[in-house]
């Protein structure tokens, strides 16, 4: 269930008036609110960073400290980055074990315009950077107004 603050102007109720006037938009809206209750049910592991690196760029950095690459997986499936650990193969006998691999899923969710351009993991940070490419007909461009032209009247009878 979405939250919002006691001082917001924004209810729930808005966001449904929103999805009847809208096109196209349906799934955008719930992709958003399916994120707000993913996010109410998050821990906070791991820690992560989002970065704007230019104007369309942008990284997500995030601290997988003592995992390797093989424990690791990202998948993006219909807007939607996860990023998880595999299931931890115990391999012998530990008389204690106080570096824990905490399992973990953690979700983005990205805009249409997005691309993945690349993943990796160097000490510990795994990095995910991400282009936003714009289709033309999106670019802002100047429309020319130009001078009405005489209608072409008919006569009714």
Do not use: C, W
């Not at 074990?97 to 990205?110: E, M, N, P, V």
């Amino acid at each position: 269930m979405l939250h919002l603050a006691r001082y917001s102007s924004i209810t729930p109720s808005d966001f449904e008036r929103a999805l009847g006037i809208t096109v196209g938009f349906d799934s955008m809206f719930d992709r958003f609110l399916g994120e707000v209750e993913r996010s109410e049910s998050a821990s906070g592991y791991p820690p992560y960073n989002i970065r704007k690196d230019e104007e369309n760029i942008y990284t997500i950095e995030m601290a997988v400290a003592g995992f390797s690459k093989e424990d690791l997986e990202a998948e993006l499936k219909e807007g939607i980055l996860m990023v998880r650990s595999k299931p931890d193969q115990e391999e012998g006998e530990y008389l204690h074990r106080g570096i824990a691999k905490r399992a973990f899923s953690r979700s983005f969710t990205l805009s249409d315009d997005m691309i993945i351009k690349g993943a990796d993991l160097i000490n510990g940070m795994l990095t995910i950077s991400f282009e936003r490419i714009i289709p033309e007909e999106k670019k802002s461009r100047m429309i020319e107004i130009g001078e009405p032209t005489e209608p072409d009247l008919k006569e009714i009878n």
